[in-house]
């Protein structure tokens, strides 16, 4: 009977899967690097920031991440702080507060399919180590059969006069055939994942951009909010650095 090559196909999967997240990263740099070399929106420039915090949930751009953590230990309530044209201010006005809270509405409509993705993407990983798992119980159960094979061809290299390998029992026959079966199915079960993952990745994409577009918009508007406030006094000057 002719050995199965149990390692090839495996690795060629794994190949496939290597490629398939190294494309996906060098997407995510690039956009990466768009957004580093483009205003967020025609609204702020890249020395602006602000921070949003309203019924406990605080939203925030341009602000340090150091800055931030020390100030989400200092500060509680709802404000709105921010650093517009090298100066800092602060909203406490409940009207202004709400008005900007309710420009990230759309971001929020999106979690529970945020949420459905996550538990999406949890599941996919979960059969896939299912079936990695099954994948080498099913490669160490022919590797033994392998094995004795590559015994018996180095026995017979190192002694010609040897006697012939012994022949597979017709219950061994049976046993070995039967793991390259359910080898066999396993693969067609893991392409099947592998189309369902590549599914998956481009709904992620589509609520990744979606995600994105509802952002920018809600931010020029909030900058629009925010000169307003300047200008109506709304906004009271404040420390230079969030927090103090």
Request: proline share 4%; charged share 40%.
């Amino acid at each position: 009977m002719t050995r199965i090559p149990v390692r090839s196909t495996r690795l060629r999967m794994r190949v496939v899967r290597v490629a398939a997240a190294a494309a996906a990263i060098s997407a995510c740099l690039a956009a990466a690097a768009a957004a580093q070399t483009a205003p967020s929106n025609a609204h702020a420039s890249h020395h602006d920031g602000y921070v949003l915090s309203t019924e406990g949930r605080w939203i925030s751009s341009g602000v340090d991440f150091d800055e931030l953590s020390r100030a989400r230990g200092r500060r509680s309530g709802d404000f709105l702080w921010f650093h517009r044209s090298g100066k800092s201010y602060l909203v406490e006005d409940p009207a202004t507060l709400d008005r900007a809270a309710k420009l990230f509405d759309p971001l929020r409509a999106l979690e529970p399919e945020q949420d459905a993705l996550r538990d999406k993407e949890r599941a996919l990983d979960d059969r896939e180590n299912a079936f990695d798992a099954e994948e080498e119980r099913i490669e160490a159960a022919m590797e033994r059969w392998e094995g004795e094979d590559e015994s018996d061809s180095d026995d017979e290299s190192e002694d010609v006069d040897s006697r012939p390998p012994a022949q597979l029992s017709a219950d061994e026959e049976r046993e070995r055939d039967e793991l390259a079966r359910q080898l066999d199915e396993l693969h067609a079960r893991q392409r099947e994942l592998h189309t369902e993952q590549r599914a998956y990745d481009r709904e992620e994409r589509e609520l990744d951009a979606r995600e994105e577009r509802i952002e920018r918009d809600a931010e020029s508007k909030l900058w629009q909010l925010l000169d307003e406030t300047v200008s109506n006094g709304t906004a009271k000057p404040a420390p230079g650095r969030l927090g103090e």
